[in-house]
C-alpha cells in the first residue's frame, strides 16, 4: 500500500519510513528483481521503481528530474520560469515548458479559471513557501485584481510565451504531474512493463496493480487505500505548507478568485489516466472547494474523487466508491 503524503528535506529522517512502508504494502517484490532510486526535484523526494533489466534509464529519468527542476524553479534567475516572469516582451521557450503552459492554459479554461497558474504574486503576498502570514484584506484585493486581469499569451509556431498584466508563472500545481507524464513516457518508449513512481506523495502505477493509502488529514492513520493499475493518484491537502493563527489553519492553496486558502475540505485525493490531470484537479477542488468540485464533476465525468470535509466527513464520488476500501 503506498502513503499518499508530500516530503521535503525537512523530512529526511521520516521520508526513509515512508518509503519503507511504500515497498512494503506496494505489492511490489525488492529482492532480486527490482531497482529502484530517490531523487531529490520540485522541492520534494521522488521515487523511482523499475524491473532490474531496465536500470539503465535510471540515469535518464535523473537528468530529466534535474533539468525539469532547473527549467520551472521560478526563484532561480536561470530557469526559464523566472525569465518568462520578468520580461517585458515575449520569450522563445523550450517545447518542454511550452508543452506544460499549453496543458496549464488548458486547466485553466475546463476549470473555469479555479486553476490560474498566473497566482505566484499571491502565494509572494501570503508568504510562501517561506515564513507566511495573514495579508491585509486590501492586499488580498488588489492582487486578486491583478491577477484576474493577468493573461498568458502562447504562440504556437514560435514557441513564445508573455505574460500580460502583474500576474507572474507558478508551476507548483502541475509539475510534478508533468514530470511522472514524462518519465512514464519514456518507460513506455522503452517497453518497461512496469514501474512505480512517487512524487511527493502524487503516484502512478504502470503494469501492477496497488494499493494506494490515503492519510487521515489530521490523524496519524489511514482513511483506507485506492486501487490502481495504470492511472496517477494525487492528493491535496492543508497540512503541508500551512500555519495557524487564533486557532485558524491557512495553507497554501488559494482559490485565485478570493485570494484565500480554500477552506471546504480538508485534503483531496483525485484518480487519473494522466498524472498532469490529477495533479490540476486535486488543486482545483482543494482552493476552490465546492465549487470548484461541481466544475471537476461536470466537466471530467470519468475522474474519481475523494474529498475530506471540514470537519471530516468525506466524499467519495460515485467512480471513486467502486476503488475506495476502508479494509
Known amino acids: 500500500m503506498v502513503l499518499l503524503c508530500p516530503f521535503t528535506m525537512k523530512h529526511k529522517k521520516i521520508l526513509l519510513v515512508f518509503l519503507f512502508f511504500i515497498f512494503l504494502f506496494s505489492g511490489f517484490s525488492f529482492r532480486d528483481k527490482e531497482e529502484k532510486k530517490t531523487f531529490f526535484g520540485f522541492d520534494t523526494w521522488i521515487e523511482v521503481e523499475l524491473p532490474q533489466d531496465s536500470a539503465l534509464l535510471l540515469p535518464r529519468i535523473s537528468s530529466l528530474v534535474t533539468h525539469l527542476d532547473q ?68 492586499e488580498i484585493e488588489e492582487t486578486v485584481d491583478k491577477i484576474g486581469k493577468s493573461k498568458l499569451h502562447l504562440e504556437k509556431e514560435s514557441k513564445r510565451v508573455f505574460i500580460e498584466g502583474e500576474g507572474q508563472i507558478d508551476l507548483g500545481g502541475i509539475a510534478k504531474g508533468y514530470l511522472i507524464d514524462e518519465i512514464v513516457s519514456l518507460l513506455q518508449k522503452e517497453r518497461v512493463s512496469q514501474a512505480l513512481i512517487n512524487a511527493g506523495g502524487e503516484i502512478f502505477a504502470l503494469g501492477k496493480e496497488i494499493k494506494a493509502g490515503v492519510r487521515h488529514p489530521r490523524e496519524e492513520k489511514l482513511l483506507g487505500y485506492i486501487i490502481i493499475k495504470d492511472e496517477a493518484v494525487s492528493t491535496s491537502g492543508d497540512y503541508y505548507r500551512f500555519f495557524e493563527e487564533e486557532g485558524v489553519r491557512y495553507h497554501h492553496i488559494l482559490n485565485p478568485f478570493t485570494g484565500y486558502p480554500g477552506r471546504d475540505f480538508w485534503s483531496v485525493t483525485v484518480v487519473s489516466k494522466k498524472a498532469t490531470l490529477a495533479d490540476i484537479l486535486s488543486t482545483v477542488i482543494m482552493a476552490g472547494g465546492r465549487e470548484a468540485l461541481v466544475v471537476v464533476e461536470k466537466n471530467f465525468p470519468e475522474i474519481k474523487i475523494l474529498a475530506v470535509e471540514e470537519g471530516g466527513n468525506v466524499y467519495l464520488s460515485p467512480s471513486m466508491e467502486k476503488v475506495f476500501f476502508t479494509e
Open 71 to 138: 527549467l520551472w524553479n521560478r526563484f532561480s534567475p536561470r530557469s526559464m520560469v523566472f525569465k518568462i516572469n520578468h520580461s517585458s516582451f515575449p520569450l522563445s521557450v523550450d517545447e518542454d515548458t511550452f508543452r506544460i503552459l499549453e496543458e496549464a492554459q488548458k486547466g485553466g479554461e475546463e476549470t473555469q479559471g479555479f486553476f490560474n497558474i498566473l497566482i505566484a504574486p499571491l502565494l509572494d503576498l501570503w508568504g510562501f513557501p517561506g515564513q507566511p502570514s495573514i495579508p491585509g484584506k486590501e
